[in-house]
């Protein structure tokens, strides 16, 4: 009977490590990890940097939104909220929000910018990397509305995706989703790097 008990705490403690896919996953969920991932996630934490173009680094704070730095270290900001909603039949949907100021406008009125995507997520992996570590987002639509054009709304669709974003995941647990991707772009003569941290807590 001890030794039964022995082989089953063993094989018990084998499985463990396996139920993680990334370092920061909670050591232990009795839930799957798609119905961990299931449901509407808000962004608590987002920063950008990329080293070319004019702006180098996108930060989000609560309190400021979106905080933008351009290359001579000068910064703006504007308002932002991003939900994330996965649902369980593989489709998904983001909803973005940023509000411009006058000054940023040629028409000098302030407006706010909503952006809508949704298409497929499923996870990946694999070649290396941990069965179910990465999601990668199939779009199938996006939808662009300013505030201050009434019901004008440009789409665009796109018929059965073939290439979509693949973002590595750092963390899921019940209430956190930590995302992030970094990829170099190599030239002739240069290269270009991007980078980015996305956190959210579920709703």
Partial sequence: MIRKGCIA????AM??????????????????????LTGEWKVERYEKFTDHGTIRWIRYQKDTGLIYQRADSS???????????????????SEKREDFPS?????GNAFSLYTTESGEWKFTGGNGVPNKSEVVFLTEEVSKARSDQGSNID???????????VYKINRL???ELWLSYSFRKSFPFYSERDSLIVRFVKQ
């Avoid at 499985?15 to 799957?32: G, H, I, M």
């Avoid at 910064?75 to 949907?93: E, H, I, L, V």
């Avoid at 000054?103 to 028409?107: A, G, I, L, N």
């Avoid at 789409?155 to 974003?165: L, Q, T």
Wanted: net charge positive; proline share 6%.
């Fill in 9 to 12: 705490i063993l094989l018990f």
């Fill in 15 to 36: 499985v463990l490590p396996a139920c993680r896919k990334s370092e920061d996953d909670p050591f232990l969920s009795l839930r799957t990890r798609k119905n961990r």
């Fill in 75 to 93: 910064t703006y900001s504007r308002p932002y909220t991003w939900s994330f909603t996965f649902k369980g039949d593989g489709s998904y949907r």
């Fill in 103 to 107: 000054d940023s406008s040629e028409s």
């Fill in 155 to 165: 789409i665009v669709s796109v018929s059965d995706p073939v290439n979509g974003e």
């Fill in 173 to 175: 647990s019940n209430k």
